[in-house]
């Protein structure tokens, strides 16, 4: 993934250049709503005016109404003060309406384009990222730019605007009082401009803490069978514990820092109000303020010291604003998996040949997976890969759907290769039934129309009958309206694995994947699966990966797969009689399977005697099991 340097190691100069960089995001989010933006400083503005009257009405009201006996001034001042007031609140009303909501569904566009742009993402970068940290990007990382948009820019603005006229009329009324005034605020503001140095990157740490909690807490949700099935629930309290309490740790410091900050605050109106009474006194003593003038002084000095706050607080989340906008970046900035220049070729309908010329491949540059793999598939027949874990079988396959680019070597289909061909031309002609079947949380029906959303209702149940959906999904009481909750959780691995092969049905592909797609099958299902399996296969080019060997003997071609090499190939009657690793593989299996049904002393002289000729014959690695298991039973007790 994409990334620049950590916040808290980068140099100011790269901070800088990094703001800058986001610039061009910022004015992509402004620019369609420039309008109400102009429109709402436009109403700040007269807002901001309308608050002056009050406080240059009070010179007037004391030095006018209340000294000089001017009675007939008093009902003007209190129709403007009100007339003003009440602009004051509508225009502060409109803003909010107008701008909060814009700002709203401009969070909303964002999250849209950022889940968009994730979902076109290859599945390397998946790979890389935790689905809880991709949910708190596309979540909360774009919350902060609202107020690029809503009421805190234009607050902003409207800060600067109040603080300057203030400033001016403070000067006006008193040069001296303002400078002292002045003085004190400067040296307040070089206080706060350090404390942010120091808050900033405390700031900046807490999103990538709340990503890592999410992450975590996503995955132990999502797993809770295995939390529950190896009793690690206080495990996992402990885990999520310590992630929130980090949190914690985040925000206390920042509440300390901003504590730190009001207290200084405190300490600056006392500081100032103290000097502007001495210095006031002293003036209205010599006559040379009025107690009018005094009073509206203290007002306009209040407009200046609250603007000073605003814009510091505004600044500040304007600040998170363009930090959230970096880390969208960095997401956005990550290639499309359909980008590359040289997808250029739009497929038609595929006949299916595919065809693998020496194809190396590696995840990442350390170590190769694959290497030399070459081997063809033509139209209609089935291709089985077996091989021991890890040997490199599902890595062929995920290159087969395309999932990943060879590092060298191509993958032709139809004679195309299929790094040049547009994956949405070619992943429709795709379907595709994985070992870890995974089903949305919505009804049965909608779970096999993922396929074809389009598709009749005839053909839906058609689908169901020939994967032998119905089976269970009659006896239900919603029948195929049946919730299946999140991630299949209410059926069981069996009925998951039926609605797959369903949707696959369904998707009437060129091109089928079964990765294990009978593995949580009980022998009788399976049997009756294999029949709906044979129906979809029919016509379409297959691959098949299976580890019970016994259900791809019929297969037209089977590729021995060992550390990323085809060991071996042919259909299964040539393997066997070659007696060579396929025949191992498939012997040893059939006599694993033969001895897990087998009593204490049928066919062996007893327990211990069975399990000497298993360890005899796994080799080196066989006869380390006992020990392996007296250390972990020692462990244990």
């Not at 004015?27 to 503005?45: D, H, Q, T, Y």
């Not at 009201?61 to 003007?76: A, G, S, W």
């Not at 948009?149 to 234009?154: E, R």
Request: aromatic share 6%; with cysteine; charged share 20%.
């Amino acid at each position: 993934m994409a990334s620049e340097p950590k916040p808290e190691t980068r140099t100011k100069a790269e901070k800088i250049k990094s703001h800058w960089k986001a610039l061009p995001e910022v004015w992509a989010l402004i620019k369609p709503r420039r309008s109400l933006l102009a429109f709402g400083l436009v109403l700040m503005a007269i807002n901001r005016f309308s608050g002056l009257v009050l406080p240059l009405s009070t010179k007037y009201f004391i030095d006018n109404v209340v000294v000089k006996k001017q009675i007939h001034l008093l009902t003007p001042i209190v129709l403007g003060v009100l007339l003003a007031t009440l602009i004051q609140g509508l225009t502060s009303f409109t803003l909010t309406q107008l701008l909060s909501k814009s700002a709203q569904r401009m969070i909303t566009d964002l999250r849209k384009k950022v889940q968009a742009h994730i979902g076109l993402l290859p599945v390397s970068f998946y790979d890389a990222n935790k689905t809880g940290v991709l949910v708190s990007r596309i979540m909360s990382d774009v919350e902060g730019v609202r107020n690029l948009i809503g009421t805190g820019l234009v607050e902003f603005a409207g800060g600067l605007m109040t603080a300057v006229i203030a400033l001016g009329y403070l000067m006006y009324t008193s040069l001296s009082m303002t400078a002292v005034a002045f003085a004190i605020l400067v040296a307040f503001a070089i206080l706060i401009s350090k404390a942010f140095k120091t808050i900033r990157p405390i700031f900046r740490a807490r999103p990538k803490i709340t990503a890592e909690v999410t992450g975590r807490l996503t995955e132990s949700l999502g797993g809770v069978r295995v939390v529950k099935g190896y009793h690690a629930e206080e495990r996992e309290e402990g885990v999520f514990a310590g992630g929130v309490q980090r949190l914690l740790d985040n925000v206390l410091k920042t509440l300390t820092a901003t504590s730190l900050m009001s207290l200084s605050a405190a300490g600056l109106m006392g500081l100032v109000s103290a000097s502007i009474m001495e210095f006031g006194a002293h003036k209205m003593l010599a006559a040379s303020m009025t107690l009018g003038q005094f009073i509206s002084f203290i007002f306009f000095l209040g407009l200046l010291i609250a603007p000073v706050f605003q814009i510091v607080a505004i600044g500040t989340q304007i600040t998170e604003a363009i930090t959230g906008l970096e880390r969208t970046r960095e997401i956005l900035n990550e290639s499309k998996e359909d980008a590359d220049p040289q997808r250029t070729v739009t497929l038609g309908r595929i006949d299916g040949r595919i065809v693998m010329e020496g194809v190396n491949f590696a995840y990442d540059t350390r170590k190769e997976v694959l290497h030399d793999v070459s081997f063809g598939a033509e139209p209609g027949a089935v291709t089985a890969l077996v091989g021991p874990s890890g040997a490199g079988k599902s890595t062929i396959i995920g290159l087969v759907a395309a999932f990943y680019v060879p590092s060298s070597g191509r993958v032709l289909v139809d004679g195309v290769d299929l790094a040049t061909a547009r994956l949405n031309s070619y992943r429709t002609q795709l379907g595709v039934v994985l070992q870890e079947t995974f089903l949305f949380d919505g009804t049965i029906r909608e779970n096999v129309a993922f396929a074809r959303p389009e598709a009749t209702q005839d053909e839906i149940l058609a689908a169901c009958h020939i994967a032998r959906v119905d089976e269970f999904a009659e006896s239900f009481e919603n029948k195929y309206d049946t919730i299946v909750g999140e991630r299949g959780v209410k059926l069981s691995g069996g009925q998951k694995q039926r609605v797959s092969i369903a949707r696959a049905i369904l998707a009437d592909p060129r091109i089928l994947i079964l990765d294990e797609a009978t593995s949580s099958l009980d022998s009788e299902s399976e049997a009756l699966i294999q029949e709906g399996l044979r129906y979809l296969m029919r016509g379409r080019t297959t691959f098949v990966i299976a580890h019970r060997l016994s259900t791809i003997r019929r297969a037209d071609q089977i590729l021995v797969v060992e550390e990323g090499r085809i060991i071996e190939r042919g259909n299964h009657a040539s393997l066997y009689a070659a007696a060579g690793r396929y025949y191992d593989l498939y012997t040893k299996q059939h006599e694993v399977e033969s001895n897990l049904f087998l009593a204490p002393g049928e066919g062996s002289t007893g327990t211990e005697d069975a399990d000497a000729t298993r360890t005899s014959s796994m080799g080196g690695a066989g006869a380390a099991l006992p020990d392996a298991i007296r250390l972990i039973r020692g462990q244990n007790n």
